[in-house]
């Protein structure tokens, strides 16, 4: 009786689910970013465009050969090499073929690969392609073991793991990549410039950074434009691996007839899509957020050509460009990240020696690695070579024992002392090859293969010799991107950092004047024309008015709010007047149960005096208190359970200030006691009891008496205050009969 033992029992371990999920999704991070998303900083490729030219190079489309249906590529890469779909892998595909996406294109394309304008490219059934001069170079020695091999997803193909590359793939046309926790973006740059500091490089393998700025000026775009970011920064940038460059559009200026121009733009920056920039003008025009423009038209053909007319011929050319310049991505900034897969496979963020070390390093084990590729079939060709001179010797007999013997390869062998691969090679031989065999000619290949072997060795010996190997093929591929050809001159024009143009806020927005209307309940909104004060306006029911302002649409709005908060908002963009507008907090990050205090159109020549309602205050500049978000600006701090309470202008000459708390109690002193801050407390202007409050407070010239509001609209003016001057932080006296109840001065 035959016993079959059990099969053991499925292994299972109690885990934690989040340590389960943690591993996974490790694991799954780890994936996306060495096979997906980071470029290898040997080759400059992730593995999808490895992959893409790897087939197209088994399907024999090098740049002398004819082209292929873009589908039959795609669908050798997805079957062999990559388990992705068809979509992914085609778009992949097409990129590498635009010249406004890559600097130097991996693809030559034939027939619609989309355009700048954004316009995508034809279906993959309808396109062809090939490969170019630059992938020749990425592939150039694969077949001559230069590089490992690994077994694809399915184990039924192999593929390399990285590419010989000789050319500097990764600076030349860059890579974009957003993995799980990380990301790299990195510009193109010039290829003759790269080998310049290649070359450098290997003469000077502890060259500074700052040196190799020098042949490396900064990025080169496809789609050219004029680089405008200070030396400091592009140094500091290649120093980290990390930062930014401010890139801007080319333009010129065509005079016309009297003494009228228009601007010409004929290069635009890097990714920037055409028609969207032509869109984003015309919406600007329409909204009357460039005034000093009159109309766009896009007239590019081959070449960009995108003219731009002013409303005058008296506008200035530097003036209307920056105006275009601060709402559109004719200006922007590229980013630098420099964040690739090391030869070990291992990510990192590398600064500019670190990389082109790494592509030298990478040549020089391709070089040792073709090197003794070459010296093995050098070995095996002597070997086959000194089997020939034997049986050439004894041709008539080798040719008895081929004939005669029953194996003839043992005979061979014991006869004449020949290893199995010569005697291979001699049966291999036709008898009419064997009998013509000459002499001369076997000595002669002998010899030079010999020569051969002998400077292989030595140059394995070598390093120095290895290097200079290394540079003079640098310098071949320099002298095949020459600066005179289109492709290998710089198009990226790098100049200097934009002088400051004063561009007024008239020349970006339409100068109308406005009034700025702000409920009881926060609801804003700007309507046009300054209103009268005989012109009802409507609120919603439950609602009054509260704050009512006349401004223009060029002018700022300061906001200040109860927790001490300056806002600002540009008029122009407030809510139109029909209907009842918007709640100002969706305009500013408002806190909850925060009120506001005061709306106030911007001057930048006023100062402001800023109290909370426990009597403290003091002055402040109003450029100070201008907020750059929506989170607003901390001024005044008040203490727990304080509230801001003012905030009044100080009127040219005011040399003092007047104080009344809740009490009626008002006190007089001079302003020069109030300190001018940026942000605090502030100083004690009056003080109370433990249950008092400020009520107001107002500055004021000392000769021309203090005024108050009465009703009906009247003015009271006093100016005999002996009896209500003091210092500051007094408690002051009631004040005069009359004073409003309750005690404000407005």
């Known amino acids: ?302 070449d960009i050509r995108l003219v731009l007319e002013p409303k005058s011929r008296n506008v200035d050319p530097a003036m209307l460009m920056e105006s275009v310049f601060r709402q559109t991505d004719l200006d922007l900034r590229v980013s630098l990240n420099m964040n690739v897969l090391d030869a070990d496979g291992v990510p990192r963020v590398m600064n500019l020696r670190e990389v082109l070390q790494a592509f030298l390093d990478h040549r020089h084990d391709v070089l040792v690695r073709r090197s003794r590729h070459r010296l093995a079939k050098i070995d095996h060709r002597l070997e086959v070579l000194q089997g020939y001179l034997t049986a050439y010797l004894n041709l008539d007999e080798v040719i008895a024992i081929i004939r005669e013997a029953d194996d003839a390869k043992a005979e061979l062998i014991a006869r004449f002392e020949l290893s199995e691969v010569q005697a291979e090679a001699i049966l291999n031989m036709r008898l009419r090859a064997l009998r013509r065999l000459e002499e001369i000619e076997i000595r002669k290949e002998f010899e030079k293969l010999t020569a051969e072997r002998a400077d292989l060795l030595a140059l394995l010996d070598d390093q120095g010799r290895r290097w200079r190997v290394i540079a003079d093929e640098i310098r071949a591929l320099r002298g095949d991107f020459p600066t005179t050809d289109p492709l290998g001159r710089r198009r990226t024009e790098v100049g200097t950092p934009p002088s400051a143009v004063d561009v007024p806020p008239e020349a970006i927005i339409d100068r109308e004047p406005v009034t700025v209307v702000c409920s009881l309940k926060g609801w804003v909104r700007a309507m046009r024309g300054h209103v009268g004060e005989e012109v009802e306006i409507k609120y919603k029911e439950g609602d009054g008015g509260r704050f009512k302002l006349h401004a223009e649409t060029t002018d700022k709005l300061l906001v200040f709010a109860s927790d001490g908060r300056f806002y600002t908002l540009g008029i122009d963009k407030l809510p139109g007047g029909r209907g009842h507008g918007e709640p100002i907090r969706l305009l500013i990050e408002l806190a909850e149960n925060v009120e506001i205090v005061a709306l106030r159109v911007f001057d930048p020549a006023e100062t402001l005096l800023v109290a909370s309602d426990d009597g403290r205050g003091f002055q402040v500049a109003a450029r100070d208190v201008v907020a750059q978000t929506k989170n607003g600006r901390q001024v005044l701090v008040p203490a727990a359970g304080v509230q801001a309470l003012i905030c009044a202008p100080i009127p040219a000459g005011a040399d003092h200030l007047a104080v009344v708390g809740g009490n009626r109690k008002l006190l007089v002193f001079p302003l020069v006691e109030v300190p001018t801050l940026t942000r605090g407390k502030g100083v004690i202007l009056q003080r109370y009891k433990a249950d008092g409050k400020l009520a107001d407070a107002r500055a004021f010239t000392l000769a021309d008496g203090l005024s108050w509001s009465l009703q009906g609209g009247r003015q009271r003016t006093v100016t005999e205050l002996d009896d209500w001057r003091g210092k500051r932080a007094g408690a002051g006296r009631v004040a005069p009969n009359g004073f409003p109840r309750p005690p404000r001065f407005t």
């Open 1 to 302: 009786m035959t016993v079959i033992d059990d099969p053991a029992p499925p292994r299972i371990s109690d885990r934690s689910l989040a340590d389960a999920l943690s591993e996974r999704y490790l694991a799954y991070a780890l994936s996306t970013i060495t096979a997906r998303s980071l470029p290898d900083v040997r080759d400059g490729l992730k593995p999808v465009h490895r992959r893409l030219l790897h087939a197209m190079r088994q399907l024999r489309l090098g740049p002398g050969e004819g082209f292929k249906k873009s589908a039959r590529v795609v669908g050798d890469v997805m079957g062999k090499y990559h388990p992705h779909g068809d979509a992914a892998i085609y778009d992949a595909m097409v990129r590498l073929a635009q010249d406004f996406a890559q600097r130097y294109p991996l693809v030559d394309g034939q027939g619609n690969f989309g355009n700048i304008d954004g316009d995508n490219a034809a279906a993959m059934r309808y396109t062809e392609a090939r490969m170019t001069t630059v992938a020749e170079h990425l592939l150039a020695s694969i077949d001559e073991d230069a590089v490992d091999f690994r077994p694809t997803y399915d184990g039924s193909e192999e593929e390399p793991v990285v590419l010989p590359a000789n050319f500097p793939n990764l600076l030349a046309n860059g890579a974009q990549g957003i993995a799980v926790g990380m990301a790299t973006a990195i510009p193109p740059h010039n290829v003759d410039e790269i080998c310049g500091a290649l070359l450098h490089l290997i003469k000077h393998p502890n060259a500074a950074i700052e040196t190799l700025v020098t042949h490396i000026q900064g990025p080169d775009f496809p789609t050219g434009g004029v680089l405008v970011e200070s030396a400091e920064n592009i140094l500091e940038a290649y120093r980290s691996g990390r930062g930014g460059f401010r890139l801007r559009a080319r333009w010129e200026v065509e005079k016309g007839r009297a003494g009228t121009y228009q601007i010409v733009i004929t290069e635009i920056p890097y990714q920037v899509q055409k028609s969207r920039v032509v869109e984003k003008i015309a919406e600007l025009l329409n909204a009357r957020k460039l005034v000093l423009l009159a109309d766009v038209r896009d007239e590019s053909a081959e």
